[in-house]
């Protein structure tokens, strides 16, 4: 028989086989009891954390003819089809390599089908924030409107970057990292079943270099096992995750307490000749710093660990100050942030080290009691006295100098102020506008404003689509100043072509921006004079042509009043 991975083999079949995650099983359990099953659920947390699982059981207890209590039998057809993969009505999707929109619309085709075997169609898609932006809007459609007997469990360890439009429309469930205790307890059970022998610290080891994952530890564990030589030890443990043993952490930080610095980097060049990895030294590091000073502070809480700690370290606890140990904490934390983002990791571990043993580091700097005579006091105070004077004489001189500017850039935007609405742009549009294109704009126009920043939005919502031609759209805003300010805003008007573009294939509009109070005028002007001649449209052309010259010759103003006065101009918009 082919031989199978622990995780594999030990894989939960049961809600109650979930480690770790009681909050979630048990009301995804009631839920079924209760019949209160949604169409939708988010599974989000860090890996190995069960969510594939909790899925697949989820399928199972839906789906399970002979279902008690929440949990599937695992015995029936269809919980066997099921646990193998077999099964028709249960479907497991990688988005990581299944995430285009080719691939989404497939899923909404065969959804509008009924089960065939099952009570419900069961879609599990892993990794669903690997989707494209298109398979995203594609998927929203069919959350948006369920099919009967549909199920969708989505699956993430970055829920970030999912789209608000899909976590508004699912039940969202966080699994959370699992303690050291519940995977050290669930690996005993493991040895025990499997007739193992082992040895306590080396199953804290496994679970410590796990960092919270079940599928992890399972994994270390497996190795383990190949390692060892029937019986699982300490030693094992440590040269398969690339920990360090405890007379190692003792003497280095012995070293760093001593201040030794040629010691601490022989240790260190020692640790890293056995193959220690970086992060793994530097994470044992920080546990070992932080349990010397819980052991200052609250020694009751480590008595079930109190048999792993050596006489050394009892020592250290009692001789190194706290102030040392949140130094040391100090050093090492950054030094691990440095070397995520570097391919010469000795180097900092070696900075770091002589850090460490540095007492300049972690010494509190003395303080020094500084005098000053009466006589600097008040030399001082008429320092400061002058100072202000000339503060205040220069304040005067910028008021006076900038009054006749403020007045000639008043006068020459008092008459551009309101929104000039472009007439030719607009009757342009209306000329070729059809009822079909604005439709396709109004039936996205939700997605549109949920695809913009929170900021765009906002000044999208107060608008609507008034009319659309192949070419263009007129937008008509609630407010002038929102309009004007959108009209003005190059990101803004970017951002909403793209978005149109990407949810109406080969619709790339010249968008026109009018207030919602122009518009009926407009239309009226538009209607009444849709025969006008060649001589009228030329008027309108050259009326906006005008304006833009006016706006160049207001922005000249500008420019040569900053370049006379400087910094003491002042341009403000009345």
Known sequence: MVYQALYRVWRSQRFSDVIGQKAVTQTLKNAILQNQISHA????????????????????????????????????????SITEGRQEDVIEIDAASNNGVEEIRLIRERANYAPTQAQYKVYIIDEVHMLSTGAF????????????????????????????????????????RISSAD????????????QIEYEDEALNTIAQAAEGGMRDALSILDQTIAFSEKKILLKDALA?????????????????????????????????????????????????????????????????????????????????????????????????NDVRFTTSPRIYLEVAT???????????????????SDQEVEHLKKQVEHLQKQVQQLQNQRET??????????????????????????????????KKNLLEVRDIWEDLLASLSVTQKAMLRASQPKAASPNGLVIAFEYEIICKKAAEDEDFIVSVQNSLSRMLPDYAPDIVYITGESWPQLRKEFLAGNDRNDKENELYEKEEMQQQ????EDDLVVTKARELFGDLAVIKED
């Open 401 to 434: 100098v900038t009054a006749p500017v403020k007045k000639i850039v008043k006068d020459k935007k008092a008459n551009s102020q309101r929104y000039r609405i472009p007439k030719v742009r607009v009757f342009k549009v209306l000329k070729e506008a059809t």
């Open 41 to 80: 659920y988010l599974f989000t947390g860090p890996r190995g954390t069960g969510k594939t699982s909790a899925a697949k059981i989820f399928a199972k207890a839906v789906n399970c003819p002979n279902s008690h209590d929440g949990e599937p039998c695992n015995e029936c057809e269809m919980c066997h």
């Open 354 to 372: 002589v850090k460490l043993t540095s007492p300049a580091v972690y010494e509190p700097i003395a303080e020094t009691a500084v005098t000053v």
């Open 549 to 552: 010259e006016d706006q160049a």
């Open 183 to 194: 995977i050290i307890e669930h690996l005993a059970y493991i040895l025990q079943q499997s």
């Open 240 to 336: 398969v995750t690339g920990s360090l043993t405890d007379q190692m952490m003792d003497q280095f930080i012995q070293a760093c307490q001593k201040e030794d610095t040629v010691q601490a980097l022989e240790l260190l060049a020692d640790m890293l000749a056995e193959g220690k990895e970086t992060r793994r030294l530097l994470e044992n590091l920080l546990y070992y710093c932080r349990d010397l000073l819980i052991y200052q502070k609250a020694p009751t809480l480590l008595e079930q660990k109190a048999h792993h700690y050596t006489e050394d370290f009892k020592e250290l606890a009692q001789n190194v100050s706290a102030k040392q140990i949140y130094s040391w904490i100090d050093i090492l934390n950054q030094t691990q």
């Open 137 to 176: 809007n594609a998927l929203l459609k069919t959350l948006e409107e369920p099919k009967e007997n549909v199920i969708f469990i989505l699956a993430t360890t970055e829920p970030h970057k999912i789209p608000a439009t899909i976590i508004s429309r699912t039940q969202r469930f966080d699994f959370k």
